[in-house]
């Protein structure tokens, strides 16, 4: 389940640096946050 939550956080990283918009970051943000919440 980690293991997951770090990949698709890893895909959301290099989404957003690819599109360099603030949303993708914020949106980075959030899956970041959700996912250290889920990982405790």
Known sequence: MVYF???????FL???INAKTAEAFIFCGLIWLLSAIISG
């Open 14 to 16: 290099i989404y957003g």
């Open 5 to 11: 939550l770090k990949k698709l956080l890893t895909s």
